[in-house]
C-alpha cells in the first residue's frame, strides 16, 4: 500500500471593478487521482476473499463560479450580498469493478467509467395485467468467444422479477446506470 497522488490543473480569473465594490472570480479545474484505493477479489488460495491495495485512478472536472457586491459601504456600515455556483463532474478512470452489476441494489456502486457513488438498478415497464407483476427493463447478456477473449454484448429485454430465480437474473442479465448520488451543480447565495 501506498500514497494515493494527485495531480491538478488550476485556472482561475479575478476581477474587482468600481474601487472593489463589484468582485467576481472564476476558476477551473481538473484533477487526476492516481494509485485510487481499492477493494479487488483475491483467489481462494490466498486463504482471503478480498484485499485492498492500489489500482485505481479518478479524475475530477469543473468549474467554480462566485460574486461579491458591496450594496451599501459607508464609514461605518457595509452590506455586501455574494451568490456562488460549482459544477463538479467525476469520473472513475480505472478500477477493479469494472462490469455492470447484475443485481440492483438500494446503495451505491463504484464502477470503472461512472461516477463515484452510482446507482444501478432495472427500469420499471409496466405492470402485467393478468398477474399484478411488476415487470421490468434489464440487460440481457450476450456473451461470445472470439480466439482467446470473450466479449459480452447487452440488449434491452423486459422481465418479471417474480418469475425468475436470483441465480438466472445474476448469470444472464445486467442494470441500467441510473444516475449518482452526488450533485453535479450546487451554489448558495449569501
Known amino acids: 500500500m501506498k500514497w494515493e497522488r494527485k495531480k491538478d490543473i488550476n485556472l482561475g480569473l479575478e476581477l474587482s471593478l468600481y474601487k472593489g465594490r463589484v468582485n467576481m472570480?472564476?476558476?477551473?479545474?481538473?484533477?487526476k487521482v492516481?494509485?485510487?484505493l481499492d477493494?479487488?477479489?483475491?483467489?481462494v488460495s490466498v486463504g482471503r476473499p478480498s484485499a485492498t491495495v492500489n489500482v485505481g485512478a479518478l479524475s475530477n472536472k469543473g468549474l467554480e463560479l462566485s460574486t461579491r457586491l458591496e450594496v451599501i459601504k459607508t464609514k461605518d456600515l457595509l452590506w455586501e450580498v455574494g451568490a456562488n455556483y460549482t459544477t463538479v463532474k467525476n469520473n472513475l478512470d480505472d478500477v477493479y469493478y469494472?462490469?455492470?452489476?447484475?443485481?440492483?441494489?438500494?446503495?451505491t456502486y463504484n464502477i470503472e467509467n461512472h461516477a463515484i457513488n452510482s446507482w444501478f438498478?432495472?427500469?420499471?415497464?409496466?405492470?402485467?395485467?393478468?398477474?399484478g407483476h411488476i415487470m421490468v427493463k434489464a440487460l440481457k447478456i450476450d456473451t461470445k468467444v472470439d480466439g482467446n477473449q470473450?466479449?459480452?454484448t447487452y440488449r434491452e429485454e423486459?422481465?418479471?422479477?417474480?418469475?425468475?430465480?436470483?441465480?438466472d437474473l445474476q448469470a444472464k442479465y445486467?442494470?441500467?446506470?441510473?444516475?449518482h448520488r452526488d450533485p453535479e451543480y450546487y451554489g448558495g447565495f449569501n
Do not use: C
Open 150 to 152: 470473450v466479449i459480452n
Open 98 to 107: 469494472d462490469m455492470l452489476p447484475s443485481l440492483a441494489k438500494s446503495s
Open 25 to 31: 472570480e472564476a476558476r477551473y479545474f481538473n484533477e
Open 174 to 179: 445486467s442494470t441500467f446506470y441510473l444516475g
Open 39 to 43: 477493494l479487488v477479489q483475491l483467489p
Open 34 to 36: 492516481t494509485d485510487l
Open 121 to 131: 438498478g432495472y427500469k420499471f415497464d409496466h405492470v402485467n395485467p393478468e398477474s
Open 158 to 167: 423486459v422481465i418479471n422479477l417474480n418469475t425468475i430465480s436470483s441465480a
